[in-house]
């Protein structure tokens, strides 16, 4: 099969590898749609931590954001699964440990994470092996291009849900990119007053394009009580900016990583009686995510500028965006397609 490879930092193939067998207990899934990540961006730059840890390394094939079809199925895997449309986990925990038991399985120290750690390939190529237990069923209602979506979706629905929006409360949310977008989305469909702040002229006229009437820079933020404040960006700066920013008693929501460390003072996160909460992984949201798409309270298709082929991977993950690309912010890859 034909698979995107990442040999090394900005350097890369398309190049035929043999197709994944299921091993007891996984199944094989024909891809139809993967989304590109700011963390794959990390990885062909080389300045993903995971390279630097010891947890990720060359040659490796990325795309933990996915869609597809059961194709075949391993030893002791229901065959009911083949044929059936699904997404998939990117987070697999040992299943053993603590952490894994009271069901926290995506911080498992001894995860994999499809097309990110520990050699688990990924889903930028025509098929990909998983466990069965990572699939998460799709109905009709939700296509490759949402089903794609589920995974940043999932990331972003439990970042809203940390806010803990009630109706009519005042959430910023800071870094209006593919999880900012999707978080507003999510806590307007909570009932929130949203308000979106970027330094990206094109993002913020995007985002008012999706009907958030609230949109601002830094320096035209208007000074509001804000119940909430979710900060999706990589910015540094940033999370401290977040803690100045909510209401005594509010919450703020960390999840944006910035390339070096940030800083906040917990003096300040005291004695506004905040609460903080940081985010990792959709894991938890998945099921959530997937009813909000089918019931159409959150549609994320607008965010898909393009779709292309396996051979655009290189230049997308380099920055470049493909001819007569819509304003969004995600590019979807369908490794089908020869472009």
């Not at 059961?70 to 440990?97: N, Y």
């Not at 995860?111 to 750690?117: A, H, N, P, S, T």
């Not at 913020?204 to 979710?230: K, M, N, Y």
Request: hydrophobic fraction near 45%.
């Amino acid at each position: 099969m034909r698979a995107f490879v990442l040999t090394a930092p900005g350097c890369y193939e398309v190049r035929e590898v043999q197709a994944p067998v299921p091993a007891a207990g996984e199944v094989v899934v024909d891809v139809e749609r993967a989304g590109v990540c700011g963390t794959d961006m990390e990885f062909f730059t080389g300045e993903m931590a995971y390279l630097h840890q010891g947890h990720s390394s060359f040659p490796m094939r990325l795309g933990h954001e996915w869609s597809g079809r059961v194709a075949a199925v391993g030893a002791g895997v229901d065959p009911a699964w083949t044929g059936r449309r699904v997404m998939g986990d990117t987070m697999l925990g040992c299943g053993t440990c603590r952490r894994c038991r009271r069901g926290h399985r995506h911080v498992c120290q001894r995860r994999q994470e499809v097309g990110v750690r520990d050699g688990r390939p990924g889903a930028l190529a025509e098929q990909l092996a998983v466990p069965v237990s990572s699939l998460h069923a799709l109905p009709d209602t939700v296509d490759a291009v949402l089903g794609a979506l589920v995974e940043p979706g999932g990331n972003a629905l439990r970042a809203a849900q940390a806010a803990d929006p009630a109706p009519g409360d005042r959430v910023l949310v800071l870094g209006p990119g593919t999880i900012g977008v999707l978080v507003a989305m999510f806590a307007r469909a909570a009932g929130a007053e949203v308000h979106l702040m970027g330094n990206n002229e094109a993002s913020l006229a995007f985002s008012g394009a999706l009907g958030f009437a609230h949109v601002w820079c830094e320096d035209t933020l208007p000074e509001l009580p804000f119940d909430a404040v979710i900060d999706a960006s990589n910015a540094a700066q940033l999370p401290s900016l977040a803690l100045d920013l909510v209401e005594p008693g509010g919450r703020v929501v960390y999840i944006g990583l910035a390339g070096e460390p940030s800083r906040i003072d917990t003096r300040t996160l005291a004695l506004k009686d905040v609460t903080a909460v940081g985010i990792l992984s959709a894991s938890p949201g998945l099921d959530a995510t997937i009813r909000a798409y089918a019931d159409g309270s959150v549609d994320p298709r607008p965010l898909v500028a393009a779709t292309v082929g396996l051979g655009q991977v290189g230049a997308v993950l380099a920055g470049r965006r493909p001819p007569g690309a819509g304003p969004g912010p995600k590019i979807h890859i369908d490794p089908r397609l020869e472009r």
